[in-house]
């Protein structure tokens, strides 16, 4: 008995999702896709690290722009629904306001060719239906880590995913 009230705590304790600050939801969404890549789910594992790449870019979007402007959070969300995407989201959203000059950027070209990387491969399984193997997955969740570690980086020095993930 004393286990199930246990358990029962702990999905009630448990913060809702849709509550979860950005880096909370990344924080998931890692741990999540670690869990599919370990159950031999590659295709799946490709989705997650997709995802929470996608929400490490919201997240500096977010805070690049609480920063540099005076837009409120309403508009900004107006601004990531608009550049639907992780490519679109970084090359008009973060790099263009957070490096002085974008086109000199290697950091910021990085983060583009990045996230076009991800994007590719990601939309291979979602919208081609493309079946992905455990040495692609690899190399999408590497990518994924990089890029998330680098973005993230850029205003908490030192990010790192998998040691977050490790930690918990």
């Keep these: 008995m004393a286990k199930t009230i246990d358990e029962a705590h702990r999905k009630t304790s448990k913060k809702p999702y849709n509550e979860r ?41 977010r805070t ?58 990601r939309n291979a399984v979602v919208h081609q239906g493309a079946f992905s193997n455990a040495e692609e997955a690899e190399a999408a969740i590497s990518e994924a880590k990089t890029f998330i570690n680098l973005i993230v980086g850029l205003s908490i020095p030192g990010f790192d995913i998998a040691a977050k993930a490790t930690s918990k």
């Design 21 to 61: 600050s950005d880096l909370e939801k990344l924080q998931s969404q890692w741990n999540k896709l670690s869990g599919l890549h370990l159950r031999d789910e590659p295709s799946a594992a490709i989705v997650r690290c997709a995802t929470a790449a996608e929400i490490a870019a919201n997240y500096s979007i």
């Design 64 to 121: 690049e722009w609480a920063r540099q402007t005076e837009f409120d959070a309403a508009i900004v969300d107006q601004f990531l629904r608009w550049a639907n995407g992780l490519q679109l989201k970084v090359s008009r959203l973060f790099v263009p306001i957070y490096f002085a000059r974008p086109e000199k950027s290697k950091t910021g070209k990085a983060l583009i060719k990045s996230a076009d990387r991800i994007n590719s491969v």
